[in-house]
């Protein structure tokens, strides 16, 4: 039987790297392959596949509003979220969000393969440092980090604003009014209970929300 593998990430190079990878422990594999969130949403509305290895950080639209929409479409279709951002800055809401698995780029090879397979045979993966944190965090529900109670697009917001941006250069970025970034900003302040823009950079810093 075929295994049928689409490949997700804005990178022609990194692509074919993780081809090559893949097709030394699957050898009669066939690829697609998708270098934006519309080829990726195409690609997924026109074929079945096995498994979707899907970058974050997508031209157009983010990884975790790409799956979101991939679960609506395809519910079953297992999806492992591969990342060049840390674990603590987006595994969680990959796994809430649908995710089979969560990796960074840093992991090597046989991680990636090691994943994949899990993934296929309808497992989830995550890394054991990223096990021990979630069954940590079981015991200590109180004790939730700040950012997870924000939305997605307020998590976002929040890492654009950390990373020096003005409310102007988010909202170019992100494709919405002034108006609506300013909002996102207010609620990321009410929801985590900080009071200004420099509080918001602090505390993005000192929980590796950037990098």
Known sequence: ???KILVADDHAIF??????????EFPKASFGEARTADEALEH???????????????????GLEILKEVKTL?????????SMYPEEQF???ALRAGASGYLTKESVPEELTEAVR??????RYVSVNLAER????LGRRSDVPLHERLSDREFQVLRLIASGMTVKDIAEK???????ISTYRARVLLKTGLRSTADLVRYAVQSGLVN
């Open 44 to 62: 997924i509305r026109q074929k079945e596949w096995d498994i979707v290895v899907l970058d974050i950080s997508m031209p157009g639209r983010t």
């Open 118 to 123: 899990k993934v296929l045979h309808g497992g």
């Open 74 to 82: 395809r519910p079953d279709m297992p999806i492992l979220i591969l």
């Open 15 to 24: 692509r074919r790297g993780l081809k090559e990878t893949l097709r030394g």
């Open 174 to 180: 992100l494709e919405v009014s002034v108006k609506t």
């Open 91 to 93: 595994a969680r809401r």
């Open 1 to 3: 039987m075929i295994t």
């Open 134 to 137: 979630l069954a940590s965090d």
